[in-house]
């Protein structure tokens, strides 16, 4: 069963957890409408209907409801809304409404905009429903919804990727390897294509040799997890880093800033990132938690990082 769901493995409802989800700017346009006979319309404009003013009244209740979603919708997230804006089109029969909402958070606010865009369509029904009894709602959808991993910027450019396992129990067959199945199936989702996998012992000479090669063979993207501690085995950071031509530190500094949000102790890695030639190199930690967060803060931003390597131009908007 999807892990992403709001239903468990018993068949019951639940509410989705998305505390691993990153933090982002969200934004989500809705749109309803409501169809009213053309004298009724005459009235609103007019500010004649019994109730007050019809459309000052719907934008507040579509504001106001846009901040209680979650009390109305069951398994909806509290949202901690920043902006919250109802704008109306006055048509000959009908009147539009259009709600943009905003917000920082993990996860989207596409239901905040619904349920302003219903709210405000049925304030008005409500308003006037003494002098008009064939209005009439609808219909409500989603118009955009940007800042999540199913947004817009999405990048379409998915790098070719080898992933190297560094730690001498896993090599020796001691241990399990986590980490790397981890990366794997977390680039592979993504639509990664995963050209390498390698389990190999913490030794310099055998790091080196396998991300030489790989740069030699132009894969786009290489992931190591594992040897970025303090112990005397942990060697990638001294491999990697006299090999990089550009380090890349704002992936080390995101990797770091979430990682801590997580654990304390991940001030404690030395991982690191950066370029060769066409090659992004990423050395992660060798928990499992570092890599499951490692997956959730790259995806998808890093693929953009690949048309600049390439010398593409970029959105300079994003």
Same mark, same amino acid.
């Given at each position: 069963?999807?892990?992403? @769901?709001?239903?468990?493995?018993?068949? =019951?409802?639940?509410?989705?957890?998305v505390t691993d989800k990153l933090t982002t700017s969200r934004r989500a346009v809705a749109e +309803?409408?409501?169809?009213?006979? *053309?004298?009724?319309?005459?009235?609103?404009?007019?500010? *004649?209907?019994?109730?007050?003013?019809?459309? @000052?009244?719907?934008?507040?209740?579509?504001?106001?409801?846009?901040?209680?979603?979650?009390?109305?919708?069951?398994?909806?997230?509290?949202?901690?809304?920043?902006f919250a804006d109802i704008q109306f089109s006055i048509g000959e029969d009908n009147i539009r409404i259009t709600?943009?909402?905003?917000?920082?958070?993990?996860?989207?606010?596409?239901? %905040?905009?619904?349920t302003a865009a219903s709210a405000a369509a049925l304030t008005i029904y409500d308003m006037c429903k003494a002098v008009d009894r064939n209005m009439t709602i609808g219909p409500t959808m989603l118009i955009s919804k940007t800042g999540g991993k199913s947004s817009d910027h999405l990048e379409s450019f998915r790098p070719v990727t080898a992933i190297l396992v560094l730690s001498d129990s896993v090599s020796k067959g001691i241990s399990e390897d986590i980490s790397g199945e981890i990366l794997k199936k977390g680039f592979s989702n993504?639509?990664?294509?995963? *050209?390498?996998? !390698?389990?190999?012992?913490? =030794? *310099?000479?055998?790091? !080196?040799?396998c991300i030489q090669?790989?740069?030699? %063979?132009?894969?786009?993207?290489?992931? @190591?997890?594992?040897?970025?501690?303090?112990?005397?085995r942990d060697n990638t950071v001294q491999v990697v880093s006299p090999l990089l031509q550009k380090r890349l530190h704002g992936i080390e500094e995101?990797?770091?800033?979430?990682?801590?949000?997580?654990?304390?102790r991940a001030m404690l890695s030395r991982l690191i990132a950066g370029s060769v030639s066409s090659s992004m190199i990423?050395?992660?930690?060798? +928990?499992?938690?570092?890599?499951?967060?490692?997956? =959730?803060?790259?995806?998808?931003?890093?693929f953009h990082g690949f048309d600049m390597i390439k010398g593409k131009a970029h959105n300079k908007n994003h």
């Open positions: 069963m999807n892990d992403f @769901t709001h239903i468990d493995n018993d068949g =019951n409802l639940r509410m989705v957890d +309803s409408a409501i169809t009213l006979n *053309k004298t009724t319309i005459q009235q609103i404009q007019d500010s *004649k209907i019994p109730k007050g003013n019809v459309l @000052t009244a719907a934008k507040i209740a579509g504001i106001q409801a846009a901040k209680l979603t979650s009390q109305i919708i069951p398994l909806c997230h509290p949202i901690p809304i920043t709600s943009t909402i905003r917000a920082n958070d993990s996860t989207g606010i596409e239901m %905040e905009a619904l993504a639509g990664c294509s995963i *050209k390498h996998f !390698e389990i190999i012992p913490d =030794n *310099k000479k055998d790091i !080196e040799f090669s790989w740069i030699m %063979e132009g894969v786009d993207l290489i992931l @190591t997890t594992g040897g970025t501690g303090l112990g005397s995101a990797l770091h800033r979430y990682g801590s949000t997580k654990n304390k990423i050395c992660l930690p060798g +928990s499992p938690g570092a890599v499951r967060d490692a997956v =959730n803060v790259l995806i998808p931003t890093i």
